[in-house]
Nanobody, 119 residues
Framework: QVQLVESGGGLVQAGGSLRLSCAAS????????MGWYRQAPGKQRELVAT???????NYVDSVKGRFTISRKNTSNTVYLQTNTMKRENTAVYYC?????????????WGQGTQVTASP
């Protein structure tokens, strides 16, 4: 079984920064793409950023230039540095990983961490 555990969420003033972390553990052969998604109240879950095992990144347009995704393959950890936070960035942020395990390849989700940007 694979577990993803997020940390680093909380309350931040608009214009401030937070660094989210997500560590994957379990019987993992390898992790391919890792990513961050978010879900604001009353809205669907949306992609924020992804990063491949080789380091190629992809961002939703609204966070380009403000958020940075990175990963450490040796510890199966992905990070999201959020800068110049805006009120509309308030959401539950979820970590996502495409992992290869004994029985095949599957997508796993973390439990989510609340991020609130106050005006």
């Amino acid at each position: 079984q694979v577990q993803l555990v997020e940390s680093g969420g909380g309350l931040v003033q608009a214009g401030g920064s937070l660094r989210l972390s997500c560590a994957a553990s379990g019987n993992i052969f390898s992790i391919n793409t890792m990513g961050w998604y978010r879900q604001a109240p009353g809205k669907q879950r949306e992609l924020v950023a992804t990063i491949s095992r080789g380091g190629s990144t992809n961002y939703v347009d609204s966070v380009k230039g403000r958020f940075t995704i990175s990963r450490k393959n040796t510890s199966n950890t992905v990070y999201l540095q959020t800068n110049t936070m805006k009120r509309e960035n308030t959401a539950v942020y979820y970590c996502n990983a495409a992992a290869s395990v004994y029985m095949g390849s599957y997508t796993y989700w973390g439990q989510g961490t609340q991020v609130t940007a106050s005006p």
